[in-house]
C-alpha cells in the first residue's frame, strides 16, 4: 500500500464480545456486522474442515448483507474478518451447553485430560468499485490454527460451583480461557488467542495482505 493510499474499512463478522476485544487489541478501528448464520456441521468434516467452512461462510454472509444494504461501506473497500472456534475431545466436537446439566457433563469429560481448539478464519479483501461483485467476489484468505489446552483435575464441587457463575453458559467446551475458567487449565500449547476465538499472529498476516496497517506496519 503506499504512503497516499487509504486503507479498507475492516468489518469484524461477529458480535463475541472476545473477538471484539481480541481485535481492538491490535489498535484497530472496525465495524461490527454479525453474521446471524446458523453455525450447522457438517458430518464427516474434520474439525479444521468445519471451522474452515464456518468462518468462511460466515464472511460471505456478512457481504451479502453489506451489499443489501448499500451505503457508504458498500461502496467503500472493505476487509470482512470472520471466524468459528470448535473445542474437540476424543473425536467430538463439543459446542455451547445446553444448560446446566450439559455443562456439568461437558467439563466433566475434559477435566484430567487434554482437548483441542479449532478456530478458522476466513477474511474477503473486496472492492467497493467493482459493480460486478457477488457475495462470494473478492480476495480471500484464509487458515487454520489448532491449539492443546490440558485441565487440571477438578473435584465436583469445582465444576459445579464455576458451572453456576453462568460463565460456561455461551461458551464453545463450556469454558473461557480469559475469564475464571483460567483456573481449571493446567497446560496450553498454542496460541492463547486461538483458544479465546481469534489467533491474532494468523489474522495480523492477513490483514495486512490486504493492506491493513497493525502496529505501525
Not at 41 to 50: K, R
Not at 83 to 111: C, H, Q, Y
Not at 120 to 128: A, D, K, P, T
Amino acid at each position: 500500500m503506499t504512503p497516499d493510499a487509504v486503507p479498507p474499512k475492516i468489518v469484524l463478522g461477529s458480535a463475541s464480545p472476545r473477538r471484539i476485544e481480541l481485535l481492538k487489541n491490535l489498535g484497530l478501528v472496525f465495524e461490527i456486522w454479525p453474521s446471524d448464520l446458523d453455525e450447522i456441521v457438517e458430518p464427516g468434516h474434520t474439525p479444521s474442515q468445519v471451522v474452515a467452512a464456518l468462518a468462511e461462510s460466515k464472511a460471505s454472509r456478512v457481504q451479502t448483507l453489506i451489499q443489501s444494504r448499500g451505503g457508504e461501506l458498500a461502496q467503500s473497500n472493505h476487509v470482512i474478518v470472520a471466524a468459528d472456534t470448535i473445542v474437540v475431545f476424543e473425536g467430538d466436537i463439543l459446542g455451547k451447553p445446553a444448560d446446566r446439566a450439559d455443562a456439568i457433563a461437558m467439563l466433566s469429560r475434559l477435566v484430567g485430560h487434554s482437548h483441542q481448539v479449532y478456530t478458522g478464519v476466513h477474511i474477503l479483501s473486496v472492492s467497493g468499485h467493482d459493480s460486478n461483485k457477488t457475495s462470494n467476489s473478492g480476495l480471500s484468505y484464509h487458515g487454520v490454527e489448532i491449539a492443546s489446552v490440558e485441565f487440571r483435575p477438578l473435584s465436583k464441587n469445582e465444576i459445579s460451583t464455576y458451572v453456576d457463575t453462568k460463565e460456561p453458559m455461551d461458551k464453545a467446551g463450556s469454558y473461557a480461557l480469559q475469564g475464571i475458567g483460567a483456573f481449571m487449565i493446567d497446560k496450553i500449547e498454542g496460541s492463547p488467542s486461538n483458544i479465546i476465538g481469534l489467533p491474532l499472529v494468523l489474522t495480523t498476516k492477513m490483514l495486512r495482505q490486504c493492506g491493513v496497517k497493525i502496529m505501525g506496519e
